[in-house]
């Protein structure tokens, strides 16, 4: 055999090289790297993504509302929600900051009810799979949470005795049917037309008798509950993904998701189906304008002085709640948290965080890119919270991401003011 010179060799090779270049030059997008590095998931990168998905096909059980899984209790409660007689003024109701049609969630940053709030509404798609509510979790119910609503200052402003009143007037025959009967309240000594606790009226009362209007009260809320329970949102874009459907998602989602789960850190928070590990942190989250906020701290301090938490006399099944409640106390490090929130059809509930402040989810990750600010919040900073160093193109991503997040609205009249007695 004739020896092949080594400097033959090595031009050969460079034309070689060469060529095979310029092939994958011509022939490739230059995308294409990136798109079978992402489209292929690593196995334990895939065992995590399952994590996220599916979302429960019904919301974890709530044995202290023995009526939340009652179609009747629902249709009341759906009643209420719209009903705008349930405010001081009969100008307020649950749906005027939880619009149908914004997700329902509220356009502005912080609502206008009897007063204007200082913090953001959240969505009621899905609620029920919260394990607290409210942004510093001061209700471990849903039903207790629409306690606050219908007697907040900032909300609607009425008393549990207008809304007995209310219920004996108009919804009488619809609650009894659920509830069994009302107290006899014709006699306005007795049950003065308004009044809560604090108010004179109220507080004059029999024990007996406040038993009798709170126990009305709490039933409010339990239909209410039953109602929100309803509220799902399944099937999102990124579902259909997890579940085998390549096409369902977008490349740059799927780019998103990797630094979801992966650079972005994300998962260390948002870890469940639905996108919530249900736990409080600090992201220092600046007040701006907004007075200081306590979060967490002063939420533990309510949800345990509340007689309608999950473990107080108002509570179908108060044992296990109370069990909870008795690990609870507010320290220092409470200080500035806020509950994770859902990540779910995030895209339709702009603006965001607690102060409603950040106005779209570029604006979010912008926030989690740069690792947070450093002043303007209560408390302590969580130590993880670091300097992300994504891309333009990589806070795109994860934008692109979360809109497939966005699941099938629930049934449409379940979106609608339902008659009114
Ligand atoms: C004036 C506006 C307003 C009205 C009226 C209102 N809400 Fe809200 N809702 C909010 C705001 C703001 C928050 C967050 C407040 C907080 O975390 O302190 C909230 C929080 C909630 C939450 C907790 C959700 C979560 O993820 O933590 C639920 C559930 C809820 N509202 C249901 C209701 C129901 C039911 C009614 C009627 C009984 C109602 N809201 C009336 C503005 C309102
Ligand atoms: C350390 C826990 C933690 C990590 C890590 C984290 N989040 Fe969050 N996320 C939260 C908490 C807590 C809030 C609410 C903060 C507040 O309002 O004060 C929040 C709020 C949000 C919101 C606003 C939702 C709304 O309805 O207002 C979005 C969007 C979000 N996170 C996306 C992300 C993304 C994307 C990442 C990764 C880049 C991420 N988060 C990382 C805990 C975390």
Not at 367 to 377: D, E, I, K, R, W
Request: aromatic share 10%; proline share 8%.
């Amino acid at each position: 055999m004739r020896r092949i010179r080594p400097t033959t060799l090595w031009i050969i090779c460079c034309i070689t090289i060469f060529f095979i270049g310029c092939e994958d030059e011509s022939s490739q997008p230059i995308n294409e790297d990136i798109e079978t590095e992402v489209d292929i998931f690593t196995e334990r990168e895939w065992a995590v993504i399952q994590r996220l998905s599916p979302l429960p096909a019904t919301p974890p059980p709530n044995p202290t509302n023995r009526v939340a899984n009652n179609p009747d209790a629902a249709k009341l409660g759906q009643m209420f929600f719209f009903d705008e007689r349930f405010s001081r003024n009969g100008t307020v109701a649950c749906a005027t900051c939880h619009s149908p049609f914004h997700g329902f969630a509220d356009v502005e940053a912080t609502s206008l009810g009897a007063g204007r709030g200082t913090r953001n509404a959240p969505t009621l798609l899905n609620v029920a799979y919260n394990k607290w509510q409210f942004w510093d979790g001061r209700a471990d119910t849903l039903w207790s949470q629409a306690l606050f609503a219908l007697e907040g200052e900032k909300e609607q402003a009425g008393t549990r005795l207008q809304y007995a009143h209310l219920i004996k007037e108009f919804y009488q025959n619809d609650y009894e049917v659920v509830f069994g009967p009302l107290p006899n309240l014709a006699d306005t000594n007795r049950f003065p037309v308004t009044g809560k606790p604090g108010d004179v009226q109220f507080d004059n009362m029999s024990e007996k008798d406040k038993i009798a209007v709170n126990t009305v009260f709490a039933n409010i809320g339990k239909a209410i509950e039953a109602y929100e329970r309803l509220l799902v949102s399944h099937n999102a874009p990124f579902d259909k993904y997890v579940a085998g459907d390549v096409n369902a998602i977008g490349i740059e989602a799927k780019r998103g998701l990797k630094i979801f789960i992966g650079k972005g850190v994300c998962i260390l928070c948002h870890d469940s189906p639905n996108f919530t590990d249900n736990e409080f942190h600090n992201l220092g989250v600046p007040q701006g304008k907004l007075p200081s906020d306590t979060g967490r701290y002063d939420g533990i301090k309510q949800l345990l002085d509340n007689p309608f938490n999950g473990g107080g006399t108002y509570s179908d099944s108060p044992e296990t709640p109370q069990r909870i409640l008795n690990f609870l106390e507010p320290t220092q490090q409470h200080k500035g948290q806020f509950r994770t929130p859902t990540l779910r059809n995030v895209a339709l509930t702009a603006p965001y965080f607690h102060t409603g402040e950040f106005p779209t989810l570029e604006s979010i990750i912008a926030f989690n890119n740069a690792g947070g600010v450093p002043s303007g919040f209560v408390g302590t900073r969580e130590g993880t919270l670091e300097p992300l160093n994504l891309s333009e193109q990589g806070v795109q991503d994860l934008v692109e991401f979360l809109r497939t997040l966005t699941g099938e609205s629930p049934p449409q009249h379940l979106l609608r003011k339902p008659k009114l007695p």
